[in-house]
């Protein structure tokens, strides 16, 4: 049956052409970003809360074979729950896996538009590419609906170069948005704070006195990330009532030899959402250690600092070109891209003072009532060029 054109109402409807998956699915397959997966789930969560729809229709990320599994089954990952949408499998064989990811989703969204009563009124896609002459999968079918069928693009930059051939950009990082580099009609939304006030009520009940203060990082642990930096930082510091925590996904040989020697330093691994909320709940303050002498952090905003917002507590952090000056006065700028920079601001804020303390968490508590995401989300759809609806 044709698809009818969408009239001009209050609810609109969106295909969201990558994989946002449940707890599961970002355990078993390390190479989805669990960063990535949770914000693109809050941004769709609160379409959903607004009364939009949004199909998801994507594929979970694996290494290429040898160094990842050979076949991906549709059944081997689930979408988040409460969304809806199609979870497709390839063979993930190099130099084919790409055009297998592209017929299979291609088939799946035609399958999908075929069975719609209303076709959608845009399609979106979340890009992290380094280089604009790249086309993934879901670029290439986004190109292929505005075409055939008129879905105009919204293409949300996360990191990275700018893809040719959307109606309109979305861009988290600050640098690359109030450059002008736009190819299209363009917004800056880094991201919304999660909502997490029920997780952090009840651990708040369950958590007797703190015995330390907690530094708590949560992220890579490659390079870009600069936790190794933090660590070494932190293991030259004499305090003996201080802790670093330290949760992020893969191996780093150093940082488990700093863990080992310094038993303040907890490496704990990836650490699953719930958990990670519970741990965080416990924390004094966080850090966003991203150095500024690594290159692609000019193009790209680190979203853990929205997740550590939730927690209404202090955060230390460097200031990329990436990260917005909105937030200079809710983060503790880490002064110098070195070692005693950091430990700088790692005894600056394990030592403010209480009124001080409480004053930041103020700060923090103002800043976060204008950057939710059903705000960022109403400043979205606000935004959306006129042209482009059907």
């Not at 909105?326 to 950091?342: A, F, K, N, R, T």
């Not at 790692?346 to 009124?355: G, H, K, S, T, Y």
């Not at 103020?362 to 609806?389: G, K």
Request: proline content about 6%.
């Amino acid at each position: 049956m044709p698809l009818a054109d969408a009239n001009m109402s209050d609810k609109l409807r969106f295909l969201w052409l990558e994989g946002i998956f449940d707890a599961e699915a970002v355990q078993s397959f390390s190479a989805i970003s669990p960063a990535a997966n949770f914000w693109q789930r809050g941004f769709v969560e609160s379409l959903l809360q607004k009364g939009h729809d949004v199909d998801v229709i994507g594929y979970p990320v694996e290494r290429v074979w040898p160094f990842g599994r050979l076949l991906i089954g549709d059944e081997m990952a689930s979408l988040a729950p409460g969304l809806t949408g199609k979870v497709v499998g390839y063979i993930n064989f190099p130099y084919l896996r790409g055009s297998v990811q592209y017929v299979r989703m291609l088939s799946a969204v035609k399958r999908h538009l075929c069975t719609s009563q209303r076709k959608p009124d845009y399609q979106i896609v979340y890009s992290c590419l380094s280089s604009s002459a790249e086309e993934t999968p879901s670029i290439r079918i986004a190109k292929y609906l505005r075409k055939h069928f008129g879905v105009p693009w919204i293409c949300i930059v996360a990191d990275g170069a700018t893809p040719p051939g959307a109606d309109g950009y979305v861009y988290l990082a600050w640098s690359p948005y109030q450059s002008g580099i736009a190819l299209g009609p363009s917004i800056h939304i880094d991201g919304g704070i999660p909502d997490l006030k029920g997780v952090i009520e009840q651990e708040s009940v369950l958590r007797g006195p703190a015995r330390e203060k907690i530094l708590m990082y949560m992220g890579a642990l490659t390079e870009h990330g600069g936790v190794l930096q933090l660590a070494r930082s932190f293991n030259k510091l004499s305090d003996k009532d201080i802790e670093l925590w330290i949760c992020g996904r893969g191996e780093n040989t150093e940082l488990s030899q700093l863990a080992e020697i310094d038993r303040r330093i907890k490496f704990l691994g990836f650490v699953e959402e719930d958990e990670l909320s519970k741990l965080a709940s416990a924390a004094f303050a966080f850090a966003n250690p991203r150095p500024n002498s690594f290159a692609p952090n000019k193009v790209n905003y680190p979203s853990k600092i929205l997740h550590y917002l939730a927690f209404g507590k202090p955060i230390i952090s460097s200031f990329t070109d990436g990260v917005s000056p909105d937030y200079e006065d809710v983060l503790i700028p880490i002064e110098e891209d070195s070692e005693g920079g950091m430990g700088e601001a790692i005894r600056r804020v394990l030592n403010i003072e209480a009124p001080q303390y409480e004053q930041m968490r103020d700060r923090i508590a103002r800043f976060n009532e204008n950057h939710t995401w059903p705000y960022q989300i109403n400043r979205f759809v606000s935004w959306l060029p006129a042209a482009t609806r059907q």
